[in-house]
């Protein structure tokens, strides 16, 4: 079965693996499309990850000397959508036919633990594409929940790739009236589509002086670039006591963060929002399951239009072009997705 493979930093191929065996509780996907998180893939690609020069201690919660993971790396990926060709016969739901969104890597084929996509069936008449979105939908609600957003809040939103425009969305849907900050023409205008009140072109100036001149500064911005600068002019942009939830993934030393600022001394709350566990205070009535599911029922009833984030679907066997484009250039791509079935 086909997989795609980080072979080293910049190189990609697509490798041959074993079927996996059906064993109890489980079924079988066939693969049809695989969604790409560019952010976080893009830290893989460019050997840039945390994980391949330090140790995660599970226990601990520590990075510590050693090393997590190392080349090559196969299967990244958590956005799959597939069809359910074999179920163990211990396995009822989801049944055999259905069409499944989960969590099984960039392959052509998974043996998933059937509990793992109980819930996950995708409806009737439902684009297969938007199953795709779920994850970095759910990645995007728990930064929104993080913010703890009231009615009437004045948001920032910096960073509108996949997640930022979503995380734009799902605040508006909360009640809130979002500016959205980005430096490419396509995505502001398509922020405006998602609900943002205004736009703003970082090339053109400072969010900060631009949020003052209309209020007293953000109640709350929720930061997506994944860039240093983009989360010091996020400290910048709220008022005093605001809170910042930074959910992008910042890579490498903290140049351009200079905390002796505006977040010393305008008493600024930084909280991190990491789709490995929700907001602490929601912690006992919300988790990521639920996160995910949330966001597919409001893609199912129309409320986020998930579909329009799609920008690219290419064969599975071009993954290598696929990520030479998103590394050189990102701003020509939205959401890229492999099509697996295109490519058998």
Request: glycine residues 10%.
């Amino acid at each position: 079965m086909r997989v795609i493979t980080f072979e080293e930093p910049g190189q990609v191929r697509v490798d041959l693996e074993p079927p996996a065996d059906l064993v109890p509780g489980s079924v079988r996907v066939r693969t049809i499309y695989s969604g790409v998180s560019a952010g976080t893939e893009l830290t893989a690609y460019r050997g840039t990850n945390p994980y391949l020069s330090r140790k995660w201690d599970t226990e601990r919660r520590l990075f510590v000397d050693g090393q997590t993971h190392a080349y090559p790396l196969s299967g990244w990926g958590y956005q799959e959508v597939g069809e359910v060709v074999e179920a163990a016969p211990d396995v009822a739901d989801p049944p055999v036919g259905s069409l499944v969104w989960g969590i099984w890597g960039h392959r052509a084929e998974a043996v998933v633990p059937a509990g793992k996509l109980v819930g996950h069936v995708l409806p009737p008449g439902a684009d297969p594409l938007s199953g795709v979105l779920a994850r970095v939908g759910a990645i995007a609600l728990n930064a929104v929940h993080a913010a703890d957003v009231h009615l009437g809040d004045q948001l920032a939103i910096f960073g509108q790739g996949v997640i930022g425009l979503l995380a734009t969305r799902l605040a508006v849907l909360s009640g809130a009236r979002v500016v959205a900050a980005d430096a490419i023409a396509d995505r502001l205008e398509l922020a405006r589509t998602f609900g943002a009140a205004e736009t703003f072109d970082v090339t053109s100036g400072s969010v900060a002086e631009f949020m003052r001149k209309r209020v007293v500064g953000a109640d709350t911005v929720i930061e997506l670039s994944g860039t240093h600068q983009g989360l010091h002019e996020a400290i910048r942009t709220v008022r005093k006591g605001g809170r910042v939830v930074a959910a992008g993934f910042y890579q490498g030393d903290g140049m351009g963060l200079r905390l002796g600022e505006e977040f010393h001394h305008n008493q600024v709350q930084l909280v991190s929002s990491q789709i490995g566990g929700v907001a602490s205070w929601l912690a006992h009535r919300w988790d990521v399951e639920r996160l995910q599911r949330t966001f597919m029922e409001l893609v199912h009833r129309g409320e986020v239009e998930a579909r329009d984030l799609v920008t690219h679907v290419v064969p599975a066997e071009r993954a290598a072009e696929a990520y030479d484009l998103l590394d050189k250039h990102p701003s020509e791509v939205l959401q890229l997705v492999f099509d697996f079935e295109e490519s058998q």
